[in-house]
């Protein structure tokens, strides 16, 4: 007995696809119609490079941007606590960060500007991958654009918004983060064809005499991440500093020959922190109080040490410390081994006139109660009459005009 061929089931049509078909007899004109873009600068290769380029400076603002987050987040702080050395690691991985991102701005314009005729791309998806592909672009080049707009904003001191600045940026980082390697992929053999192609060669029409080439647009590109760099990065390496056109900060410029982050003025200390009756108090888990007078702190031994400010919005400047060390006082109070030190200041409003201090960096050898700075008595502006510092820190958590510490187990 002969079989009855079965029924071959039909996949069913991609409904994408399936107005695709139908719209592409009917292309809008304008931006839309076939060769509306010149293809010579709109072109993969270009794209690819840059885009090479933008993948490298995205990933290393993400790196540098989790060390500075896991700094400074207190649910980190205890058991993911920062090492003490090498005092200047922050320095570099935050300085590496803002320039970064900075020279990510230029990276990502020109960038964009390669692409933008994709736009216009008619029919606007071709299937149901290419739409879901597309549709990942828009939030991924907002998002971008967010981190480096607001981090740009927060190295010029500008606060606009109502948000938590540092919150929101490490969210957003991880959704850039996310769609960035959705992007990659979905581009990834595009991308390596386009990178092993060479720039201008393969190409049925060559270059017009006096039009920019593809090798020269990527030339400009880089000449733009250059100048940039240059006048921005003075703010935390000391030798660029005379370059330093566009930093909102100068390393050497401000009282005692550094910047200052918040005056004593604007922090509303400048009565308590000249008063006479000024005071540190050492309390929580000691065995031994203590209240000390400036003139008691200052009567015990001293130490000098040579550490760095590095303020998490990009400057950066070195200076020469005395002071004595906290685990010298955490000695003196009787304080548990491995115990962590909450540092309060006579500021009793904004964010910032507190920190915490892991146990690794209250222990430290480098880690000061200073009283003086680059051979002087602390400017009122950088903490007087005493201040922390300590290695490998943000400076946000160098707490000056410091009166409490309180010691936990
Ligand atoms: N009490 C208090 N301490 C503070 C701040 C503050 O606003 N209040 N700002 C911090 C920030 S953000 C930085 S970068 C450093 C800068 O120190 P400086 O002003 O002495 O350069 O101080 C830190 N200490
Ligand atoms: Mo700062």
Redesign the pocket.
């Known amino acids: 007995m002969a079989r009855r061929p079965r029924p071959q089931l039909k996949p069913p049509e991609d409904p994408v696809a399936f107005v695709a078909k139908r719209l592409e007899a009917r292309r809008p004109p304008g931006p839309f119609k076939e060769g509306a873009f010149s293809a010579r600068l709109h072109d993969e290769r270009v794209t690819a490079r840059l885009g090479l380029a933008l993948a490298v400076s995205f990933l290393t603002c993400f790196g540098t941007g989790l060390i500075s987050h896991f700094h400074q987040d207190p649910w980190t702080i205890g058991f993911l606590s920062s090492p003490a050395s090498p005092v200047w690691f922050y320095r570099i991985t935050q300085g590496v960060h803002v320039t970064a991102g900075i020279a990510s701005i230029p990276l990502l314009l020109f960038k964009l500007w390669t692409v933008y005729p994709l736009l216009f791309t008619w029919p606007p998806a071709r299937n149901t991958v290419h739409a879901t592909e597309r549709a990942f672009v828009g939030p991924l080049v907002a998002l971008a654009i967010f981190q480096l707009v607001s981090g740009l904003i927060n190295t010029m001191r500008w606060y606009p918004w109502e948000f938590n600045f540092r919150i929101t940026h490490y969210w957003a980082a991880w959704m850039v983060i996310g769609v960035l390697v959705i992007h990659i992929g979905a581009k990834w053999h595009q991308t390596r064809r386009a990178l092993k192609t060479k720039l201008e060669t393969g190409d049925d029409e060559p270059t017009p005499e006096g039009a920019m080439s593809r090798r020269g647009l990527l030339v400009t590109a880089a000449a733009a991440v250059g100048a940039v760099t240059v006048t921005t990065v003075g703010q935390t390496f000391r030798p660029l500093k005379e370059l330093a056109a566009l930093s909102p900060r100068i390393p050497d410029v401000?009282p005692q020959g550094?910047?200052?982050?918040?005056?004593a003025k604007?922090?509303g200390?400048l009565e308590t922190a000249r008063a006479p009756t000024w005071r540190l108090e050492v309390s929580g888990a000691v065995r031994n109080r203590l209240d000390l007078s400036l003139a008691e702190l200052r009567s015990l031994p001293q130490t000098e040490r040579e550490l760095p400010?590095?303020?998490?919005?990009g400057?950066s400047?070195g200076a020469v410390w005395r002071g004595i060390r906290l685990r010298d006082v955490l000695e003196l109070a009787g304080a548990p081994e491995g115990a962590t030190v909450s540092v309060s200041?006579?500021?009793t409003s904004?964010?910032?006139?507190?920190?915490e201090v892991n146990s690794i960096v209250a222990h430290a050898d480098d880690t000061l109660l200073a009283f003086e700075?680059n051979g002087e008595t602390?400017?009122i502006?950088?903490?007087y009459p005493c201040?922390?510092i300590a290695p490998n820190r943000?400076?946000?958590?160098?707490?000056?005009?410091?009166n409490k510490l309180e010691v936990k187990s």
């Open positions: 401000g550094f910047p200052v982050n918040r005056t604007a922090a200390v400010i590095t303020c998490v919005e400057w400047a200041s006579l500021q904004g964010s910032f006139g507190s920190s700075v602390l400017h502006d950088h903490g201040r922390l943000p400076g946000v958590q160098q707490t000056k005009w410091i």
